[in-house]
């Protein structure tokens, strides 16, 4: 079972549209966390969200944590060919078991 | 600084021989974690530790054993590896609060068990 849910799986995209991704659960989380991963590498963490209704900039990414604290999106505006990769979210429903979502991959067209 | 470093980075086994992925981290993270990557499930933990001396399973603690003697090292053992086997295996540490789960990863070790 997936206690985070990720969509899209997969975004095909041209280089300066904007994007969204979401990250669903039935589960509150204290704190959600989005990693990129490109290929061959593991993940690298991007952000933390911890307070519901947070929002969170890095630079051209747009990190947003829902109300409730069960959902967070990531937007991404004017996408560049180096924002291609696999998108995760991850949390901790409880305790120290970590679990992410199956991710999103992203590719930017030039 | 090295971080996470996970060896070897490819492995092929024969089904029913055994090895152990090894881990080490050289910021005195306390909580250690083990995971596979298969395509379209994201990463699944198999084991953790959240110090040493103490482990705990995961999601997917079958036909793996852990150990943590140590704060840097997190060896992961596969006792007779099984087809089921292949995959992308990630060490990631952290250290303990509460944003605990805010993890550093290895560039993993891509195992095949023919």
């Keep these: 079972t997936q206690l985070l849910e990720q969509s899209p799986q997969f975004l095909s995209i041209q280089e300066g549209e904007n994007l969204t991704v979401y990250c669903n659960s039935s589960s509150v989380f204290s704190s959600l966390q989005w990693y990129r991963q490109e290929p061959g590498e593991g993940p690298v963490l991007l952000v933390t969200v911890v307070t519901g209704g947070e929002v969170k900039k890095l630079k051209r990414l747009t990190f947003q944590f829902g109300d409730a604290r069960k959902d967070s999106s990531l937007h991404i505006t004017a996408a560049q060919p180096g924002d291609t990769g696999l998108y995760l979210c991850a949390g901790a429903p409880g305790g120290f078991k970590t679990i992410f979502g199956a991710g999103t991959r992203l590719f930017v067209k030039a | ?113 023919v």
């Design chain 2, 1 to 113: 600084n090295a971080g996470v470093t996970q060896t070897p980075k490819f492995q092929v086994l024969k089904t029913g021989q055994s090895m152990t992925l090894q881990c080490a981290q050289d910021m005195n993270h306390e909580y250690m974690s083990w995971y596979r990557q298969d395509p379209g499930m994201g990463l699944r933990l198999i084991h953790y530790s959240v110090g040493a001396g103490i482990t705990d399973q995961g999601e997917v603690p079958n036909g793996y054993n852990v150990s943590r003697s140590t704060t840097e090292d997190f060896p992961l053992r596969l006792l007779s590896a099984a087809p089921s086997q292949t995959s992308v295996y990630f060490c990631a540490s952290s250290s303990p609060g509460l944003l605990n789960t805010e993890a550093f990863f290895g560039q993993g070790t891509r195992l095949t068990v």
